[in-house]
């Protein structure tokens, strides 16, 4: 009898609970916008590093060499869809691209787009802005992502 009992008190409260936990959660609306990011300006300096392999870039003097090295790769890996001055193409113009971010934020960005897409604020909101992911062409190395970069610094000290 008291087995029945308890089966019959289990079987009320069971779904009742239930129901009540359900009642609670939150409209997935409501998470959605406690998660939702701030805008971000990607027009504004920014100090950030980004994510990727790198962490520390030396940058003490322009080395022209190396500029000059950058130069051929952004001919054949980033002309397709950048122009070295502010016009926009598939992607930004580059010119002034080295007062704006880090040299570690242009080369994780140039070395890993996805991740940086994934996991960057200044790059998840460029994605929104235009639309296509950065794909370079044949991949790139981490020794052209210095040259390039030391490019980029060469054309903006023009
Ligand atoms: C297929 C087109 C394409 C190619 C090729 C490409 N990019 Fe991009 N790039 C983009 C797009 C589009 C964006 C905007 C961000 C996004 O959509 O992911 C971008 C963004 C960037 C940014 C960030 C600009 C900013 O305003 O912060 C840098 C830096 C950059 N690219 C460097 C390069 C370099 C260097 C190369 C060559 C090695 C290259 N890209 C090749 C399309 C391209």
Request: glycine share 6%; aromatic share 6%.
């Given at each position: 009898?008291?087995?029945?009992?308890?089966?019959?008190?289990?079987?009320?409260?069971?779904?009742?609970?239930?129901?009540?936990?359900?009642?609670?959660?939150?409209?997935?609306?409501?998470?959605?916008?406690?998660?939702?990011?701030?805008?971000?300006?990607?027009?504004?300096?920014?100090?950030?590093?980004?994510?990727?392999?790198?962490?520390?870039?030396?940058?003490?003097?322009?080395?022209?060499?190396?500029?000059?090295?950058?130069?051929?790769?952004?001919?054949?890996?980033?002309?397709?869809?950048?122009?070295?001055?502010?016009?926009?193409?598939?992607?930004?113009?580059?010119?002034?691209?080295t007062?704006?971010?880090?040299?570690?934020?242009?080369?994780?960005?140039?070395?890993?787009?996805?991740?940086?897409?994934?996991?960057?604020?200044?790059?998840?909101?460029?994605?929104?802005?235009?639309?296509?992911?950065?794909?370079?062409?044949?991949?790139?190395?981490?020794?052209?992502?210095?040259?390039?970069?030391?490019?980029?610094?060469?054309n903006d000290e023009?």
């Amino acid at each position: 009898m008291y087995k029945l009992q308890n089966f019959l008190l289990a079987s009320l409260i069971i779904p009742f609970i239930a129901s009540c936990t359900s009642n609670n959660t939150p409209p997935s609306s409501a998470v959605q916008k406690i998660t939702e990011e701030p805008p971000v300006n990607t027009d504004v300096k920014s100090d950030s590093k980004g994510t990727g392999k790198f962490t520390l870039v030396d940058i003490s003097t322009l080395n022209k060499d190396l500029a000059a090295k950058g130069e051929l790769v952004f001919q054949k890996k980033c002309i397709s869809c950048h122009t070295n001055t502010q016009e926009k193409l598939i992607g930004p113009g580059l010119k002034g691209i080295t007062r704006l971010r880090t040299p570690e934020w242009i080369m994780n960005m140039t070395f890993s787009p996805e991740e940086m897409a994934k996991k960057d604020p200044i790059a998840k909101a460029l994605r929104k802005q235009y639309k296509l992911p950065m794909m370079v062409p044949g991949g790139i190395t981490e020794e052209e992502c210095r040259q390039v970069l030391e490019y980029l610094r060469l054309n903006d000290e023009k």
